[in-house]
């Protein structure tokens, strides 16, 4: 009797070591996907650089292929929807109109940035957002999220943004910081990491109006969302456990950056997004580096498309974006 009682135990502890070595290879059970990845020069691919570092290093969990930084963010409609890019930090209403475009070809799987637009100038002539009327201001981002931002505010604010300010439209920021150093009485709307930039570059420059700020002082219960990680909807479906690893890694490199600021404007001049380190450092506060996944995403993001399609429907491609834009898995 007893004998059969140890053998029926050996049995039992041999099926339960057996089951666990095989969740066990469950579990290690690895997708070896290369993971096709793009980025714009700027905040968004600043969210990026310990990934970058952890792949170039081999400490990442996936199999990364990072393309060169663009400028430009329209050089990154035609790969996400070709499939030469998996996933990409794009701007926030860029993602709605691709969406629009294939017809719910991608997902969004976190947040970027939130604002990162600040009005600069040399004098005191601008302290509110009404102050800009009937001043020549120098701009990036034509039909982008900068141009929609600031339309919003100035819509908000009573006033029309073809009619009560004479935008001048840089080709990039080198442009735009060009007019600062030249013309004393110049104001410009720039992003990070570009203000700190021209602050740095240009005497007497100073930030007349962070428009983060001036949004959040609006009727509205959103905040900007400048730019998100797109993913095509196919490489996400067929790819899930790879979409989990990135956003943990994608998580935790969102937060050495904000966290590690000087380590991370190491990388972020490795890597070539900014050109100095310390610049990259002195920039960062005001990149508001953010990662917002799930029903987070989707109440930020929804929220400031709303805003933007409320202005002109075609700044989010036509239509606001379905549930299935949103990633929650």
């Known amino acids: 009797m007893k004998s059969k ?17 095989l969740l066990t290879g469950c579990g290690a059970a690895k997708d070896d996907t290369t993971v096709k990845v793009g980025a714009m020069s700027g905040p968004t691919a600043m969210t990026m650089v310990k990934i970058m570092d952890d792949a170039e290093n081999g400490k990442a969990t996936c199999n990364y292929a990072f393309s060169d930084l663009a400028t430009d963010a329209s050089a990154m409609v035609a790969p996400l929807t070709k499939g030469e890019i998996d996933i990409a930090c794009i701007p926030s209403n860029l993602a709605s109109v691709i ?6 070809g991608i997902v969004v799987l976190a947040t970027c940035n939130l604002g990162v637009l600040n009005v600069v100038e040399k004098g005191d002539s601008v302290n509110a957002v009404t102050d800009l009327a009937g ?9 982008a999220v900068p141009e929609y931002t600031v339309r919003y505010i100035l ?16 080709a990039d920021t080198t442009e735009a910081l060009s007019y600062l ?12 990491p570009f203000v700190t930039a021209a602050i740095s570059q240009v005497e007497g420059v100073r930030i007349a109006i962070d428009l983060n700020e001036a949004w959040n002082e609006l009727d509205t219960d959103c905040n900007i969302v400048t730019g998100v990680v797109a993913c095509r909807k196919e490489f996400a479906e067929d790819h899930p456990t790879v979409i989990k690893n990135f956003l943990e890694e994608y998580a935790a490199s969102v937060e050495y950056t904000s966290t590690n600021t000087e380590e991370a404007a190491a990388l972020i001049e490795k890597y070539g997004i900014v050109a100095k380190a310390p610049l990259a450092q002195k920039a960062l506060p ?8 799930g029903s987070e995403l989707k109440t930020a993001l929804s929220g400031y498309l709303s805003a933007l399609y409320e202005l002109n429907p075609a700044s989010v491609g036509g239509n606001l974006p379905g549930d299935d834009f949103y990633y929650n898995k």
């Open 181 to 192: 150093k030249a013309d004393d009485a110049a104001i410009a709307i720039l992003p990070q």
């Open 99 to 104: 969406y629009n475009k294939t017809e719910g």
């Open 135 to 143: 001043k020549k201001v120098y701009m990036t981002g034509e039909g």
């Open 286 to 293: 005001g990149c508001n580096l953010t990662c917002k996944t």
């Open 155 to 170: 819509s908000k604010n009573g006033m029309d943004f073809d009619k009560d300010i004479e935008v001048v439209w840089c």
């Open 5 to 21: 009682f140890l053998k029926r135990l050996v049995m039992a502890a041999t099926a339960i070591m057996a089951g666990a070595v």
